[in-house]
């Protein structure tokens, strides 16, 4: 069984993460407003229930989510948590910025501009310390890098991190101090992969690339992880949200596949009595290359309800049953259950 409060270390650099942490876009307004209130209200559940990471970044609420984040923890003791950003776009003012903008219900007026170069990286890592208010920023990300954001684009930014000093940025924070892991933030593992053959990443935020609907990152990435000793932080366990009901995969309509797929999730789910997004919540922690999942939530009843999903006792049986039937890989490591 799984307790979101135990905590597991990143082999390299000592940094610890609990087992579950909190996404902070919720803090930003993804889609929906939330209040100061509410949003220091959240943090402080998520402390009070013993989760101690916590991870934002610039681009979250256009720069709403670091400075939230940044308050709420701002009277916790520093040693007691581990906090993480994101580097790769740089905030502009603009007034310009609208209500609803990137689905960003309430930005502040800044705007985002990619920018993966030696100064750019440098620059946003000393903004994120004043947004946040600490001179401590524990994991750097290197944000949503790759063709799945960039499309035509991706050779020239993966230019600025390869040849104009991006990585020698990432590297020279690490070794300085500055920073105590340094890895990507990203939606597909083939960028993983490459970024693996340029410099040493301490951690990864992989979201939506293995999930108990889709394992696609399993034997090309997180086993090569786990002999290089990169950890993996599970993001996007619910695949934007079609493993918790709400029919979107990937930021968009599920396709049909996916659709059907779920369905036989949920149908070996409802015979073992296991909530889908339980199983989803456990699912990708059981790998040894993952030291976390981060997931966010609007209210405190739903980070409880999430606490809840993943501490949920599951049979053994049911996941011999998804192996069974074909549903996720049969070399996929699932959780140690009840007998």
Known sequence: MINARETRALPRSGLELTALGLGCSQLGGLYRPISRADSEALVDAAWSAGLRYFDTA???????????????????????????????????????????????????????VFDYSYGGIMRSYEDSQQRLGTSRIDILYVHDIGAMTHGDRHPHYWTQLTEGGGFRALRQLRESGAVRAIGLGVNEWEIVADAMNEVHLDVVLLAGRYTLLEQTALEPLLDRCLRAETAIVAGGVFNSGVLAGNGKFNYG???????DKVRRLADVCNRYDVPLPAAALQFPIAHRAVVSCVVGARSVDQLQQNIAWLERPIPDQFWRALSDEGLIAADAPVPKGEA
């Open 58 to 112: 610039p681009y979250y609420g256009y720069t709403l989510s670091e400075r939230r984040i940044g308050q709420a923890l701002a009277a916790r003791d520093r040693n007691a948590f581990t906090l993480s950003t994101k580097v790769g776009r740089l905030m502009r003012p603009d007034a310009s910025v609208r209500p609803g903008d990137d689905g960003w219900a309430e930005p502040l007026p800044f705007r985002p």
């Open 253 to 259: 309509d599920a396709p049909a596949e996916v659709i």
